[in-house]
């Protein structure tokens, strides 16, 4: 079964404990869930656990791009380039084309002589390794631009900010959302999944890891699942989830935080996203529906890892950089939304975290336990596969190879045949073909899930209050079939009503509490108290981005604690 009901979390956890399996994956990241989903689609019993909710951490919490990465190219990383390159056009074309579409981006040009050939160069060999890949279909091959055509693609600029310009093509995603389609794909194909299932500790034979003991958060109980390979994908929390097996391991990971801004459209006049270079990184303007996202920062993070805080020091930094080269300046009542995630790095020699690697590395610190860790977001099937390649060679069977570049996403099979027919589907429902084309994008074929839902209840094609984007009955599917626990799965992942919405997403919350509440079977007091959770939440966040520092910024978000504690 695809559907991440409650019931079938329960079942999950249940079954886990019937037999040995082959493969326990730790971690609901994108890395987990792609794991889980290489192991399932190669024949292996799999279980995946998550201790709190799927893409709760990094996979939520990232630019939303799938991308190469220019600045890699700089820094004459060819193969992680390449590898990247050859995965988005992988998800572009096959596994994934209805949650990753092409975004275009504008690269202002500064000085006249040596950076156009430098830069255009660098794009330029971009361009030609992903056509060499054979993975760039649907995306158009960059071009110079002058200044004057420069500022008719992105009006938004200042005149004197540039000279001229480069644009080329890359994709976006919604992380959060693809994420949970991983995890749903692994299930559809016999994978066992349960969120708020924490690894509390590894069971052992001697040295060898032989599986671990999980505590099921919403009810305390402690249940044991054994497991032939157990697989670490747990991101920036690798080393407290190595100390459980009481190793250290082969590497350490470090973390770095990157925060987001989230604007209005209007705001920012541009038909293209915009790609610009700071002293320390890069810095995008990358077009998300009727918003700009705009990030990021590249700093070290040392403090409580499942909320980091984004400051105010971190917020004016943003905004400087971007009003440095835009003719109307942004200002902190511009900003509708605001996220901090954590980029689980490979330590190194250098102080900075922007110069640590991204490539990802697979250990196998004591028997029975594998760790991937590093890697982007891009390349998470890659990590994935070479995780359970690592884990293979520790099962006495023979086992196929990865097949997941060949493994299109749940909702993938017909999208383009339904996107054509979006009109006649919007007429058979009922509903405005923009409806219909937003819940393609989220849902792709099975668009058809909600859409029998709507006939069953026609009132669920309300939206949402404060967040006209989104439909009522996204919110119910979010429970029935996406696993959603909790009133922040929804506001924060299953939707993005907790960045787009200038509230964010307090006036949604009622409703969607309402919604939530007959297939989770809360009373009215587990209801009430969902919703001041949330607002809770809303202003900790809020309080923390008044904050100068990292400590107390920290310390204000932490003033909303979650609401099933996490154990230690």
């Not at 190219?73 to 990753?100: K, N, Q, T, W, Y």
């Not at 747990?234 to 407290?240: E, F, K, N, Q, S």
Request: proline share 4%; charged share 25%.
């Amino acid at each position: 079964m695809a559907d991440l009901s409650p019931a079938a979390r329960e079942d999950a956890m249940a079954r886990m404990t019937e037999q040995e399996l082959d493969i326990l994956v730790v971690g609901g990241g994108v890395v987990g869930a792609g794991s889980a989903l290489d192991a399932v689609t190669r024949g292996l019993t799999t279980a995946i656990v998550e201790g709190r909710d799927w893409a709760s951490g990094t996979s939520s919490r990232s630019s939303k791009l799938i991308h190469g990465g220019l600045r890699y190219l700089e820094m004459l990383d060819f193969g992680l380039v390449r590898e990247a390159l050859r995965e988005r056009g992988l998800l572009l074309d096959r596994i994934a084309p209805h949650l990753v579409r092409p975004v275009r981006f504008l690269y202002p040009l500064q000085h006249r002589i040596w950076e156009r050939p430098y830069v255009g160069a660098g794009i330029a060999l971009y361009d030609t390794m992903a056509y060499a890949s054979g993975t760039a279909h649907g995306l158009d091959h960059h071009r110079h631009l002058t200044r004057k055509h420069a500022l008719r693609e992105a009006p938004c600029l200042r005149p004197d900010s540039l000279t001229g310009a480069i644009q080329y093509s890359d994709a976006q995603v919604d992380d959060a959302r693809h994420t949970l389609t991983v995890v749903r794909t692994a299930a559809s194909f016999g994978a066992l999944a349960a969120n708020g299932a924490q690894v509390v500790g590894f069971l052992r034979q001697g040295e060898r890891v032989t599986g671990a003991t999980v505590k099921d958060v919403e009810t305390g109980r402690t249940f044991e699942v054994r497991a032939k390979q157990v697989i670490n994908a747990t991101g920036v929390w690798t080393d407290d989830t190595q100390a459980l097996a009481d190793t250290r391991g082969q590497f350490h990971v470090r973390a770095s935080k990157g925060i987001h801004l989230v604007v209005p459209r209007d705001r920012l006049q541009s038909n293209t996203g915009i790609i610009l270079r700071t002293e320390k990184s890069v810095l995008f303007i990358i077009p998300w529906g009727r918003h700009w996202i705009i990030g990021t920062t590249d700093t070290d993070w040392s403090l409580e890892k499942a909320h980091p805080a984004a400051s105010a020091t971190d917020i004016d930094y943003l905004l400087e950089h971007v009003n440095a080269v835009i003719q109307s300046p942004l200002t902190r009542e511009d900003v509708e939304g605001v996220y901090a995630g954590l980029r689980p790095l490979l330590t190194g020699e250098s102080e900075s975290t922007s110069k640590l690697s991204r490539e990802h590395v697979v250990g196998h610190p004591v028997p029975g336990l594998v760790v991937v860790a590093g890697g982007k977001y891009t390349t998470y099937r890659v990590m994935a596969a070479d995780a359970v390649d690592e884990a293979v060679r520790g099962l006495d069977a023979r086992v196929p190879d990865s097949c997941t570049d060949q493994v299109p996403l749940l909702g993938a099979d017909g999208y383009r045949a339904l996107w054509n027919q979006r009109r006649a589907l919007a007429a058979s429902a009922g509903i405005h073909v923009a409806r219909i084309e937003h819940l393609l994008n989220r849902y792709g074929s099975a668009v058809h899930d909600l859409l029998t839902l709507l006939r069953q209840q026609p009132s669920l094609g309300t939206p949402l209050p404060g967040a006209d984007d989104y439909l009522q009955v996204e919110a119910l599917y979010a429970v029935t079939h996406e696993g959603a626990r909790h009133l922040d799965d929804v506001l924060a992942r299953r939707t993005r009503i907790s960045i787009e919405a200038w509230d964010r997403g307090v006036a949604a919350a009622p409703t969607v509490a309402a919604l939530m509440a007959d297939p989770l079977n809360w009373d009215e007091e587990q209801k009430q108290r969902e919703i001041k959770h949330y607002l809770m939440r809303v202003e900790a966040e809020r309080d923390s981005q008044t904050q100068l520092t990292d400590t107390t910024a920290e310390a204000a978000r932490l003033g909303a604690p979650d609401i099933v504690p996490i154990p230690e």
